[in-house]
């Protein structure tokens, strides 16, 4: 075997999300999020996307030089995944930052309700 068969290879950085609706304790498929870097007075949004049947992205947010240290923000659009008009809560922003020396993946789950959120740095 060659020395490069033995090297262990680095997994590229990624930015992923889950979605748990805690009102029917199933995956919040269908909610429509967006994506936005933050810098100063500007925001740039890098990608709007739905969560597919397991409440997850198809894709990672960000994965490898596209996930720059920087302020994000991933703003869940709960108030339309519900569709109910005493739905409590509308938009969902949670803003978080990527360090340069950070985990390779950063996974941000949200778990929400018609009238209540949770989220946490995951893994």
Do not use: W
Request: some cysteine.
């Amino acid at each position: 075997m060659s020395a490069a068969s033995h090297e262990t290879q680095t997994p590229p950085r990624r930015l992923t999300t889950h979605v748990l609706d805690t009102a029917t304790g199933r995956p919040a498929a269908g909610l429509t999020l967006h994506l936005t870097r933050i810098e100063g007075e500007t925001r740039t949004r890098l990608k709007t996307v739905a969560t597919n049947a397991d409440g997850r992205c198809d894709a990672p947010l960000l994965s490898g030089d596209a996930m720059a240290a920087g302020t994000y923000e991933i703003a869940f659009e709960v108030g339309h995944y519900f569709d109910r008009g005493d739905a409590f809560l509308d938009l969902v922003p949670v803003r978080f930052r990527i360090a340069i020396e950070g985990p390779a993946h950063l996974h941000v789950p949200l778990l929400i309700s018609p009238y209540g959120y949770s989220t946490y740095r995951g893994s």
